[in-house]
């Protein structure tokens, strides 16, 4: 049974740090890409960070330098750290996993206040 286990959302005042985690399990973890989503009430679903395998990875330009996207292929987990939140950030945030087959999380909600 294939699971991707978001955890880590929450409440901060701009400003701040929040460190989401995805906690994968049923498919070939090391085979899949991930990813960090996220949408925003009426917007569509953007993509937010990625990472292959051997680490790579690429940001949405609103977020570099921000937000650090880490992955850990022996705990199969991968990580968004985001410090500097601003009230934009603000949605829900979602796990992907892209491979032979695509899995996504539930989402995890993340509200910064200004």
């Known amino acids: 049974q294939v699971q991707l286990v978001e955890s880590g959302g929450g409440s901060v005042q701009a400003g701040g740090s929040l460190r989401l985690s995805c906690a994968a399990s049923g498919f070939s973890f090391g085979s899949y890409y991930m990813r960090w989503y996220r949408q925003a009430p009426g917007k569509e679903r953007e993509l937010v960070a990625h990472?292959?395998?051997?680490?790579?990875?690429n940001y949405a330009d609103s977020v570099k330098g921000r937000f650090t996207i880490s992955r850990d292929n022996a705990r199969t987990m991968v990580d968004l750290q985001m410090d500097a939140l601003k009230p934009e950030d603000t949605a829900v945030y979602y796990c992907y996993a892209r491979g032979y087959k695509e899995y996504w999380g539930q989402g995890t909600q993340v509200t910064v206040s200004s």
């Open positions: 990472t292959i395998y051997r680490g790579s990875t």
